[in-house]
């Protein structure tokens, strides 16, 4: 459905699951192992983070909530029973209980107004505050009143349009760095904090400033082609698109070869179709700086 920009639009996320860790070793349990410090989440609401591998991919995405004795994870459901299963092998010694409760909680999205009253859990979006509030709230509870409800794909299509990827919809798990997915951008990565799974490896990334693969807009003048097509310019593969919504989409784009077709105005394309690619306005990134002359 279309909805006017001016309405109070929020939607119930029928893809995304809950998981709950309690226990008085939680916080040190999670510290240990997250991208994030559980801090962010206590003092702001809500926190996006990621649970990596040794080899610093990205094993799982997620938004954090505190919760009683505990914290809440709103994460896709396809990945629950994994996440369990993970974070159960770390678990060790810990005092901490984990516990799938997606039978019980659902998660809602909100955007284009101040979050409403809840009966759960509801803060801003941790990523990008125009993204609207996320909330963690009982299957029974009374929707938010004064809202217009949409769909799951009303949703991404915000999402989407603002250039924000997301795990398991628009890029495979344990196949990209954080900095790949803009995870440093979106505050889904702390550089302050102790160690953690995968941390060596991300830490050395954002010290070099060696990421060239990013995510970024892409846009053209009719819809545009299927995820997994190839961005090209002058025969050369740039990039595939993650994620589209009609005529925009987010692309995972090689900067350095993106920025040199730019300064050869080259045709980009994608499927056939001219393509335009721009950086989202959130990010602190920019275009590389062009090749020095020989």
């Not at 963690?136 to 991404?156: C, L």
């Amino acid at each position: 459905m279309e909805t006017s920009t001016t309405q109070q639009c929020y939607a119930i996320l029928p893809d995304r699951g809950v998981i709950a860790v309690t226990g008085p070793d939680v916080r040190h349990f999670l510290d240990n192992i997250l991208t994030i410090d559980t801090e962010a989440a206590l003092r702001d609401g809500a926190a996006y983070g990621g649970l990596l591998t040794p080899q610093g991919k990205v094993q799982f995405d997620f938004i954090l909530f505190p919760a009683a004795d505990g914290f809440l994870f709103d994460l896709p459901a396809a990945t629950v029973a994994d996440f369990v299963r993970r974070l159960g092998l770390y678990r060790l010694r810990a005092q901490v209980a984990i516990a799938d409760r997606s039978a019980d909680l659902a998660v809602l999205a909100g955007w284009d107004g101040a979050a409403p009253e809840v009966t759960g859990s509801i803060a801003p979006d941790p990523r990008e505050p125009r993204l609207g509030w996320r909330a963690i709230v009982p299957r029974d509870a009374t929707e938010p009143s004064g809202w217009v409800r949409t769909t799951p794909e009303d949703y991404a299509a915000h999402r989407i349009a603002m250039g924000i990827p997301e795990g398991g919809a628009d890029f495979a798990y344990g196949d990209v760095f954080p900095h790949d997915v803009d995870m440093d951008q979106l505050r889904g990565v702390d550089f302050r904090k102790g160690c953690y799974i995968g941390q060596e490896v991300v830490s050395r990334m954002e010290h070099r400033g060696t990421a060239r693969r990013r995510v970024i807009r892409i846009e053209a003048a009719t819809d545009l082609p299927a995820p997994g097509t190839e961005v090209t310019a002058d025969g050369r593969v740039l990039g595939t698109i993650a994620a589209t919504t009609g005529g925009r989409g987010i692309a995972m784009i090689r900067l350095d070869r993106a920025r040199e077709a730019l300064d050869a105005s080259a045709q980009v394309t994608a499927g056939g179709i001219a393509v335009t690619l721009s950086i989202p306005d959130w990010a602190r990134f920019g275009w590389p700086e062009p090749a020095a002359a020989e």
